[in-house]
DNA sequence: GTATACCCTATCGACTCGCTAGGGTTTATT
DNA sequence: AATAAACCCTAGCGAGTCGATAGGGTATAC
């Protein structure tokens, strides 16, 4: 399966609607301008996310968006589905779990692709939007307690520019 | 990362000639009409695997393609990678390490990618043609012992059509 | 009633994909 | 030699996708 960079943006916006979410409502040029992603182009993957009940929204001067559900309940394997398809490399998975009983010739093939899926699948619904931002804090924090302790034998960022 | 009719159509090339593998060269038009594969773009996946170095040609009368080596060593990654380019569901390994440590605000996200794509590697990179062409063999088999053994209380394929 | 936001449709240029066409070059056979 | 069979190479085509932009329409707060 292909992420696009719709996906890509989809999942960033995403992200950010998360950290917001005790916030409540988030305008899209606030996301846009966070994650570099062109306004315009963001309003349609918005409306995608919209339609898929992922986050509802606003209208009006106040208005914008937020997640329709707690960040620990949106899976990222649905997301991805819902904007770049299925998350099989080949076809889907009903197709290939067809082609491994009626093309004897190349099931082992077909099976491997089901497998890749299979993977894919595992790791992408058993992390949510949540596991991301908690990930994010982890990364941050680990960062900021190697830059309050300079010691000279460890190998530094290159972060005194 | 997905894999295109192309690349599909290179698996089953390769599968072919790893069954032909003690027969020696295999025409073009034999495994086009065996696979189900238009003869001309056939040929030019053929000239891909060929400069890299996956099979060797003889032209003339007698020509056509073998494996430069044997089924064994050809590992599946390798060949989507050649037809279809990263195993990474969004760019390629490299860059998603680099992203990984130079944005941070996103890092739980592109290491996702990566476990995605290592996950898939590991399966793609462990499989070669000499195990598909196992895997077929013992579906084969199972399918034969199946329709020799038709017992009432069991499911059976509609094969009696 | 005006500014600010979300909503919808159309379109663009670049690119890829699956495929076809039309030759050129090499080799075995007659 | 002549011929036929096979591999080799390049060009192009129709359809689709992708990332992005334009230009409005509609709802709401002040």
New binding site residues.
């Given amino acids: 399966m292909r992420i ?4 890509l ?1 989809a999942l960033q916006a995403l992200i950010h609607l998360a950290e917001a979410y005790e916030r409540g ?5 606030e996301i846009a301008d966070a994650e570099s ?2 306004e ?2 963001l ?2 993957i ?2 995608i996310l ?2 898929a009940r992922v986050v509802s ?9 937020r997640l329709r559900r707690p960040p620990a309940e949106i899976r990222i394997g649905d997301v991805v589905r819902l904007i ?1 398809g299925p998350l099989a490399p080949f076809g889907d998975a009903a197709e290939l779990e067809q082609r491994v009983r009626t093309e004897p010739r190349h099931a082992g093939l077909f099976a491997l692709f089901l497998d890749v899926r299979n993977a894919a699948a595992a790791i992408l619904d058993h992390t949510s939007l949540l596991d991301l931002v908690e990930r994010n804090r982890q990364v941050l924090a680990a960062r900021a307690r190697k830059a309050a302790r300079p010691q000279p034998g460890e190998r530094r960022e290159r972060a005194r520019a």
């Fill in positions: 696009s960079h719709r996906g943006y409502l988030v305008k899209i040029r992603i062109p315009k182009f309003e349609g918005l409306v919209k339609n929204s606003e209208r009006g001067r106040e208005g914008g968006y770049d």
